[in-house]
C-alpha cells in the first residue's frame, strides 16, 4: 500500500494502477434470463454461499477505508435481493460516489427509494426497444416494464442515468441508431457494449454475433457527428457528445480497444470473491476470511491490500476460441 500526498490510504497494483472503485454484487439472481449474461436455466448459489447484507457492507467500509471513491451495485439483478435497500442506505452513509447497474424491472416502484437512501447514477439496460425482440434477448423481460422503471428513474431525479445497449449482429445491430435516437430524447447517456464472453452459451455463435464499438460508432456518424472527450465515470466507457444534445455516447470495447492499461476497478461476487479482473480468474476469497474472524476490519483490509498483487496486466478474450472463463457474467457482477 502506498499513500497519497493527501495521507489518503490507496490501494496500488504491480502496474502502478491505483484501484478506487468497485463493483459489488448482492445477488446472483435476476428476473430476466439475458442470452449473453446466463444460460436459460441457471443454477443459483444456495444461501449460505451468499454473503449476507452485513458482510457486504463490511466489504464496502473496507474498501472506502483504503481509499475507495465508487461502488457501483451490480447483479444479476441487484433489485431482486430481499432487503437490498437496508444495505443502500447502509452504503449511503459511506463517503463514496454510490451507483447501481439495474435492468430496470423493480424501477418503477424502487426508484424514488434508491435515490432518497443515496444512489447517485444508474445504469439501465436496453438492448430493444421492440417488444418482442426485447423479450428474446432478455428471455422473460417486458420492454414495458423497463420504460416505465426509466421514467421513474428519470422523475426521481438521479444525478446521472445511463443506458447499457449489447449490440449483436442479426439481433438488434439494426436499432443502433433508434437507440441513439431514444436516449437523444430522453436526456440520457447511452454506452454500447462488445458481448463479454463470458460462460458457455448455446443460442449465437460469439464470433458470428460480435458487433465491434468500430461498427456501432460508423453506424452512429451516418446521423450524428460524435466528438471525441475525455470525460470519464470511473468505468471503461469511451465517450463522445454530439453537437446539438447534452447525451454522451459511450463505447465499451474490451475485444476492440483494450481498456486495461489504466483499469481501476475491481469486483467482488456475491459469494465474496474477490475478483482482480474481469477476465481472469485471480481472486481472493473474502468470504472465508470474513467467517474465520467475524468484525476484524484490520484483517480484511490487509487481505485486501495483498491482493492488489494478484491483478494481472490485461485480460485476453478470443472470439474464434471456447471461453476461458467458464463463469457467467451474473455470476460475475456487471
Known amino acids: 500500500m502506498q499513500a497519497t ?9 504491480r502496474f502502478g494502477r491505483r484501484v478506487d472503485y468497485v463493483r459489488l454484487s448482492v445477488t446472483d439472481r ?7 449474461c446466463m444460460s436459460e436455466n441457471m443454477q443459483f448459489l444456495p444461501r449460505a454461499q451468499v ?4 458482510e457486504l457492507y463490511q466489504i464496502a467500509a473496507a474498501f472506502t477505508a483504503l481509499g475507495v471513491k465508487r461502488i457501483r451495485l451490480t447483479g444479476g439483478e441487484p433489485l431482486v435481493r430481499k432487503n437490498v435497500l437496508s444495505l443502500v442506505r447502509m452504503l449511503g452513509e459511506l463517503d463514496i460516489e454510490l451507483s447501481l447497474t439495474t435492468n430496470g424491472s423493480q424501477l418503477p416502484v424502487m426508484a424514488n427509494d434508491l435515490k432518497a437512501a443515496g444512489v447517485s447514477r444508474l445504469n439501465i439496460s436496453l438492448d430493444s426497444l421492440d417488444a418482442e425482440r426485447f423479450h428474446d434477448l432478455t428471455r422473460t423481460g417486458k420492454l414495458v416494464q423497463v420504460l416505465h422503471g426509466i421514467e421513474a428513474a428519470k422523475q426521481a431525479g438521479f444525478e446521472r442515468i445511463k443506458l447499457n445497449a449489447v449490440i449483436l449482429k442479426n439481433r438488434n445491430d439494426d436499432e443502433i441508431l433508434s437507440l441513439v435516437d431514444f436516449a437523444r430524447e430522453q436526456g440520457l447517456d447511452i454506452s454500447f457494449i462488445e458481448e463479454m464472453p463470458l460462460g458457455v452459451i448455446s443460442e449465437h455463435s460469439r464470433a458470428e454475433a460480435y458487433c465491434s464499438s468500430d461498427e456501432v460508432k460508423a453506424a452512429i456518424e451516418q446521423q450524428y457527428t460524435l466528438q471525441s472527450t475525455v470525460e470519464r465515470t470511473g468505468g471503461p466507457s469511451k465517450y ?3 453537437p446539438d444534445s447534452n447525451s454522451r455516447i459511450g463505447f465499451i470495447s474490451p475485444h476492440s480497444h483494450n481498456f486495461c492499461g489504466d483499469c481501476n476497478r475491481v469486483r467482488v461476487t456475491v459469494e465474496g470473491r474477490l475478483l482482480l479482473c474481469l477476465g481472469n480468474e485471480h481472486s481472493v476469497d473474502l468470504r472465508d476470511l470474513l467467517r474465520q ?19 494481472p496486466e490485461r485480460h485476453h478474450f478470443e472470439l474464434d476460441e471456447d471461453p476461458q472463463i467458464i463463469r457467467f457474467m451474473n455470476m460475475t457482477g456487471g
Open 5 to 13: 500526498p493527501d495521507t489518503t490510504p490507496a490501494l496500488i497494483d
Open 51 to 54: 454473503l449476507t447484507l452485513e
Open 30 to 36: 435476476c428476473d430476466f434470463r439475458c442470452v449473453y
Open 293 to 311: 474472524h467475524p468484525g476484524d476490519q484490520a484483517i480484511l483490509q490487509q487481505a485486501i491490500i495483498d491482493a492488489m498483487d494478484l491483478k
Open 240 to 242: 463522445y457528445r454530439m
